[in-house]
């Protein structure tokens, strides 16, 4: 058995020390010491293509936004499944994930960046789904660990109240969100939901056969309709309600 080889090292948007390590032809991305990535773990970045993009079959010229390059399997998986006339707008953060793409990862799915389609924006995603009003046909979301940050708190605002009222306001009619995350989330639900969106939930497979480890895509759209069939529907919950028998006075001036 090979060792494990440590290719590159860089600095992690929160402070942390991001590391690459290569182990018989697999890679692993890690962060203060915690796997973030693994190359042979990539069957929910591809799902979360494939529920996100699912609504665009027959479009011509669809206009998609990913949020969070990873190893590029999203990005891959999108490009195959969309027309040769779709437009891929890719935002990406850490410098160093960009390039350890174009010099390692892109013997793992064809040199994505490489096609013309893709429009690669580095800065913050945030900013960049701010500045855009009806542009996109969908939103995919995979930055950080999900709405649970892990390598910065600052991904947090992405997935607030806010963040997702902006990812709304950038999504063209007929449009949809997709969120991955490593977790479960009640409250992100909610705010998805608190957002007027209708929502479902996927419970997907990190790796292809798994059955014992999972990851999970929300797909959300203003438009139920349109939502992939097969998953879960969250509901909303009630806001409080005074209880039976008691009527709320307005104060005594």
Same mark, same amino acid.
């Given at each position: #058995?090979? @060792?494990?080889?440590?290719?590159?090292?860089?600095?992690? @948007?929160?402070?942390?020390?991001?590391?690459?390590?290569?182990?018989?032809?697999?890679?692993?991305?890690?962060? =203060?010491?915690?796997?973030? #990535?693994? $190359?042979?773990?990539?069957?929910?970045?591809?799902?979360?293509?494939?529920?996100?993009?699912?609504?665009?079959?027959? %479009?011509? $010229?669809?206009?998609?936004?990913?949020?969070?390059?990873?190893?590029?399997?999203?990005?891959?998986?999108?490009?195959?499944?969309?027309?040769?006339?779709?437009?891929?707008?890719?935002?990406?953060?850490?410098?160093? &994930?960009?390039?350890?793409?174009?010099?390692?990862? +892109?013997?793992?799915?064809?040199?994505?960046?490489?096609?013309?389609?893709?429009?690669? %924006?580095?800065?913050?995603?945030?900013?960049?789904?701010?500045?855009?009003?009806?542009?996109?046909?969908?939103?995919?979301?995979? &930055?950080? =660990?999900?709405? *649970?940050? #892990?390598?910065?708190? +600052?991904? /947090?605002?992405?997935? $607030?109240?806010?963040? &997702?009222?902006?990812?709304?306001?950038?999504?063209?009619?007929?449009?949809?969100?997709?969120?991955?995350?490593?977790?479960?989330?009640?409250?992100?639900?909610?705010?998805? #939901?608190?957002?007027?969106?209708?929502?479902?939930?996927?419970?997907?497979?990190?790796?292809?056969?798994?059955?014992?480890? /999972? *990851?999970?895509?929300?797909?959300? /759209?203003?438009?139920?309709?349109?939502? @992939? @069939?097969?998953?879960?529907?969250?509901?909303?919950?009630?806001?409080?309600?005074?209880?039976?028998?008691?009527?709320?006075?307005?104060?005594?001036?």
């Amino acid at each position: #058995m090979n @060792p494990r080889v440590k290719l590159a090292t860089a600095r992690a @948007p929160g402070g942390g020390v991001m590391e690459l390590y290569q182990h018989d032809g697999d890679f692993t991305i890690q962060v =203060n010491g915690q796997d973030l #990535m693994l $190359s042979r773990q990539h069957e929910s970045e591809l799902e979360l293509a494939r529920l996100g993009c699912a609504h665009l079959s027959g %479009r011509k $010229s669809p206009n998609i936004l990913i949020g969070g390059l990873g190893m590029g399997y999203t990005l891959r998986q999108a490009l195959d499944i969309l027309g040769l006339n779709a437009r891929v707008v890719v935002g990406e953060l850490v410098y160093a &994930i960009v390039e350890w793409n174009r010099e390692f990862f +892109g013997k793992l799915n064809g040199q994505p960046l490489a096609d013309e389609r893709v429009d690669l %924006r580095e800065g913050d995603v945030v900013e960049l789904i701010s500045r855009s009003k009806a542009c996109f046909d969908a939103i995919l979301l995979d &930055i950080d =660990n999900g709405p *649970r940050a #892990m390598t910065d708190s +600052g991904n /947090s605002r992405l997935y $607030s109240h806010e963040g &997702i009222q902006a990812c709304r306001r950038a999504l063209r009619e007929r449009g949809c969100l997709a969120v991955w995350s490593a977790e479960p989330d009640k409250n992100f639900e909610q705010i998805l #939901m608190t957002c007027r969106f209708h929502v479902t939930r996927f419970r997907v497979p990190a790796y292809k056969g798994s059955k014992s480890e /999972s *990851r999970f895509v929300w797909v959300a /759209s203003e438009d139920k309709k349109i939502l @992939p @069939p097969g998953g879960g529907e969250p509901r909303l919950k009630p806001r409080n309600e005074p209880k039976a028998g008691h009527r709320r006075f307005p104060k005594k001036r």
